[in-house]
Nanobody, 124 residues
Framework: VQLVESGGGSVQAGGSLRLSCAVS????????MGWFRQAPGMEREGVAT????????YYADSAKDRFTISQDSAKKTMYLQMNSLKPEDTAMYYC???????????????????WGQGTQVTVS
């Protein structure tokens, strides 16, 4: 499984960005996929997850109401729409994926074995 993020950039506070994560795999379904972020000097923080089979989503409290995770299964691509961005959202954003799952539990505590290289988001 290979993951490639895109869509990061610099934006003013209150602005929006949409991150994309293109997934290279023969089986896109039956995985938990997520967005994580890490600011300089800070621990990595989970943002949101999506269960690829049905598209059900889970959000960290920091992401609720402002961020939306979604996917296009046909394109094997996951998205993170980020609105009303704040300076504290500045971080490197990573997408991650699990191996194939046998159940629908998909939250930030899942074991994500595959990671992308990250895309930088800077909010000023």
């Amino acid at each position: 499984v290979q993951l490639v993020e895109s869509g990061g950039g610099s934006v003013q506070a209150g602005g929006s960005l949409r991150l994309s994560c293109a997934v290279s795999t023969s089986i896109y379904g039956r995985r938990c996929m997520g967005w994580f972020r890490q600011a300089p000097g800070m621990e990595r923080e989970g943002v949101a997850t999506i269960y690829t089979t049905v598209g059900s989503a889970y959000y960290a409290d920091s992401a609720k109401d402002r961020f939306t995770i979604s996917q296009d299964s046909a394109k094997k691509t996951m998205y993170l729409q980020m609105n009303s961005l704040k300076p504290e959202d500045t971080a490197m954003y990573y997408c991650a994926a699990t191996g194939l799952l046998f159940g629908p539990r998909c939250d930030l505590q899942r074991d994500f074995g595959y990671w992308g290289q990250g895309t930088q988001v800077t909010v000023s």
